[in-house]
């Protein structure tokens, strides 16, 4: 891997770990493209850049990572807990699902997902929660469960995360703040399981690589949360949901010609 691909990987990462439209499948393609074989070296370094990615979330919302915050960390805690409990006890059977025409087939699906929620998505007609502190334990669980469909690759898990939101009564807004702190749980327990499996693959990576993919994947990150909330108060999901479809679409035709 030369810092050239540590760049564009490091800048999909940023810009794909919280727009839901799935990081996993965009660095896929990425690294096809790119010629890079997924050695040990190449999951050190994924592990680097998922981890600047959750640093992105901490610098952007400092005042939430406080003690005072404690209930909406809670909230945010029985949230992490269903895809958590399913990762682990079904990791194996969860490997086995990654192939490229479920990856596309479920861009696909969410795409479409994301469009039907849209049409009957009607903000004007009922009331909605602005902000991520007022979210219910209820709610919590429930945006959870839908999180658990991000375990199919492909579903992408901010995206699970939004739709969940939406539909227990969150606005855009707040539903995409909710799926940026619960990255934090989610991402870094996956980074830390990665971490003590691969630690011993650091030793053979490049550290310049991994340092400009890390400052990279941290900076593209961080403003495209605070990009992607100020979208959200002009636009829907639709964009994103179109998006999701055309790209599922051109992964099954490219990898299947």
């Known amino acids: 891997m030369t810092v050239f691909d540590s760049i564009i990987l490091g ?3 940023g810009f794909t770990e919280f727009l839901p439209i799935s990081s996993t499948g965009h660095l896929i393609v990425a690294s096809h493209f790119l ?7 190449t999951k050190a370094y994924e ?3 998922q981890f600047a990615a959750i640093l992105a979330v901490v610098f952007n919302y400092r005042d939430k990572f ?5 209930d909406l960390w809670k909230k945010i805690i029985l949230a992490f807990l269903p895809i958590g409990v399913v990762g682990f006890v079904f ?5 086995e699902l990654f192939s490229i025409e479920i990856v596309a087939t479920m861009f696909i699906v969410g795409g479409i997902v994301f469009l039907l929620v849209e049409k009957f998505f009607i903000p004007n007609e009922v009331k909605l929660i602005d902000d991520v502190e007022k979210v219910t334990f209820k709610q919590s669980l429930w945006i959870g469960l839908a999180q658990v469909f991000a375990l199919i690759p492909g579903t992408s898990r901010a995206g699970s995360t939004i739709i969940g939101a ?3 009564g969150l606005s855009r807004k707040a539903s995409a703040e909710f799926s940026f702190l619960l990255a934090f749980p989610v991402m870094g327990a996956v980074t830390a399981y990665d971490l003590l499996k691969h630690y011993h693959e650091f030793s053979d ?3 310049m690589n991994l340092a400009v993919g890390f400052v990279v994947a941290f900076l593209v990150a961080y403003l495209t949360i605070k990009l992607f909330l100020v979208f959200l108060e002009r636009f829907t999901f639709v964009a994103f949901g179109i998006y999701r479809i055309f790209f599922g679409v051109i992964l099954l035709l490219w990898f299947n010609s």
């Open 11 to 13: 800048v999909i990462e």
């Open 35 to 41: 010629g890079i074989e997924q050695t040990s070296v």
């Open 47 to 49: 592990v680097i850049i």
């Open 66 to 70: 406080t003690l005072q915050k404690i």
């Open 91 to 95: 990791s194996h059977q969860i490997k």
């Open 166 to 168: 939406l539909l227990v």
């Open 205 to 207: 990576a490049n550290i």
